[in-house]
């Protein structure tokens, strides 16, 4: 079925490669998370200003996209070029690590902001329920995460050394809309189900519930990252990852 044409050969890849995964991940997520446990501690220091609050998302965006370029560089060697990486680096140039980091954040951050402007937007011409808040949201996030796997290609083509405008990006996705389609639609199914045991938003939380979150984050980095080395091994690069 096409519409699952990348999702499948995600979960495949995760399936194989998994304890590699975790091996290259453990320190970039830890990082990560200590990096917004930091910002969580600082933000109510920030003021209320509306330019206060968006420099003080951006500079945290920023940094946790260099702690995922970290992960996602290595992941993106050893899955396209099968070359052996280490838990702390890889044989790659520094270079590529800034360049894959900007490159993120300059994705990001657009479609951060443009997701807080529908929701201001929608959310002061409409008075929405808890049916209308779960509809934007999953109409959000499919469109949102369309829009990155369809320009993905210029992350993942950054550690191979041969680096693709947004514009090469897009064009090399062009014939790939409804399996990127079913991908979003896939991630999402998958975050709303690690999201369902949390605890809801203002009860107490249980003792274990810390750890289920750092799982749960885990686990979405690693099938946000093989998402990215799937569209891109099978656009671009035109072969199956499986094999």
């Given at each position: 079925?096409?519409?699952?044409?990348?999702?499948?050969?995600?979960?495949?890849?995760?399936?194989?490669r998994?304890?590699?995964?975790?091996?290259?991940?453990?320190?970039?997520?830890?990082?990560?998370?200590?990096?917004?446990?930091?910002?969580?501690?600082?933000?109510?220091?920030?003021?209320?200003?509306?330019?206060?609050?968006?420099g003080?998302?951006?500079?945290?965006?920023?940094?946790?996209?260099?702690?995922?370029?970290?992960?996602?560089?290595?992941w993106?060697?050893?899955?396209?070029?099968?070359?052996?990486?280490?838990?702390?680096?890889?044989?790659?140039?520094?270079?590529?690590?800034?360049?894959?980091?900007?490159?993120?954040?300059?994705?990001?951050?657009?479609?951060?902001?443009?997701?807080?402007?529908?929701?201001?937007?929608?959310?002061?011409?409409?008075?929405?329920?808890?049916?209308?808040?779960?509809?934007?949201?999953?109409?959000?996030?499919?469109?949102?995460?369309?829009l990155?796997?369809?320009?993905?290609?210029?992350l993942?083509?950054v550690?191979?050394?041969?680096?693709?405008?947004?514009?090469?990006?897009?064009?090399?996705?062009?014939?790939?809309?409804?399996?990127?389609?079913?991908?979003?639609?896939?991630?999402?199914?998958?975050?709303?189900?690690?999201?369902?045991?949390?605890t809801?938003?203002?009860?107490?939380i249980?003792?274990?519930?810390?750890?289920?979150?750092?799982?749960?984050?885990?686990?979405?980095?690693?099938?946000?990252t093989?998402?990215?080395?799937?569209?891109?091994?099978?656009?671009?690069?035109?072969?199956?990852?499986?094999?």
């Amino acid at each position: 079925m096409r519409f699952l044409a990348f999702i499948w050969p995600t979960l495949a890849v995760l399936n194989r490669r998994i304890f590699p995964g975790l091996r290259l991940s453990v320190l970039p997520v830890l990082a990560a998370l200590g990096i917004w446990m930091v910002g969580r501690l600082y933000s109510g220091t920030i003021g209320t200003s509306a330019s206060a609050i968006i420099g003080f998302v951006l500079m945290e965006l920023l940094a946790l996209c260099f702690c995922y370029a970290w992960f996602a560089i290595r992941w993106h060697r050893l899955l396209l070029l099968n070359e052996p990486q280490t838990a702390l680096g890889g044989n790659f140039p520094p270079r590529a690590w800034r360049r894959y980091a900007l490159r993120l954040f300059a994705i990001a951050a657009v479609l951060t902001l443009f997701s807080g402007a529908v929701k201001v937007i929608s959310g002061n011409i409409w008075t929405l329920g808890i049916t209308g808040e779960w509809i934007r949201y999953i109409l959000l996030y499919l469109f949102l995460g369309w829009l990155f796997h369809r320009l993905s290609p210029a992350l993942a083509s950054v550690p191979l050394g041969e680096p693709l405008t947004r514009g090469e990006a897009w064009r090399a996705t062009r014939g790939a809309n409804l399996p990127i389609l079913g991908l979003s639609a896939g991630t999402l199914a998958i975050s709303t189900l690690l999201a369902f045991p949390m605890t809801p938003q203002g009860s107490e939380i249980t003792a274990f519930e810390p750890l289920y979150i750092v799982a749960a984050f885990w686990v979405q980095v690693l099938v946000f990252t093989t998402s990215i080395t799937v569209v891109y091994r099978e656009t671009v690069m035109r072969a199956d990852l499986r094999q």
